[in-house]
């Protein structure tokens, strides 16, 4: 019932433009600060406008410790952090939440195209 209004409100076109919130592809332009260019636009987005998810910040996963086991090359063996994300850098394509008439961008995730052609 609800869902059928909101479907007939979406549908009639009565949500405002400013209201209306949008899946959009973009480029980093720079990190710091950062910019980024919405694919169809030819303006730079200023960072005034830009909020950064976690995805698209560095994040590393602790994993210091040492092996120890009854094989002789695993003995002392001390593991490395494992890096779950990498930070933005320019020229990564990213997905967007644009919101607010374009007045808000919230960059979700990298789109990462490494290891395809």
């Known amino acids: 019932m609800i869902g059928n209004k ?6 009639d076109g009565k949500v405002p433009p400013q209201e209306r919130t949008a899946i959009v592809f973009a480029k ?3 990190v710091n600060p950062v910019s980024i260019k ?6 730079p987005i200023p960072s005034k406008f830009i909020y950064v998810s976690n995805f698209c910040k560095r994040h590393f996963h602790p ?6 086991g009854c ?3 695993l003995t002392g ?3 490395e952090d494992i890096e779950e994300f990498r930070a933005i850098k320019p ?3 990213v997905v967007c939440i644009r919101s607010n008439g374009g ?7 990298r789109i990462d195209t490494e290891g395809f052609a």
């Open 6 to 11: 909101l479907l007939n409100i979406i549908m």
């Open 71 to 73: 094989y002789n090359p």
């Open 63 to 68: 994993n210091k410790h040492k092996h120890t």
């Open 91 to 93: 020229g990564d394509k």
């Open 28 to 30: 980093i332009i720079t």
């Open 38 to 43: 919405v694919e169809g636009q030819k303006e």
């Open 103 to 109: 007045q808000f961008y919230y960059l979700l995730e």
């Open 77 to 79: 063996y001390e593991t």
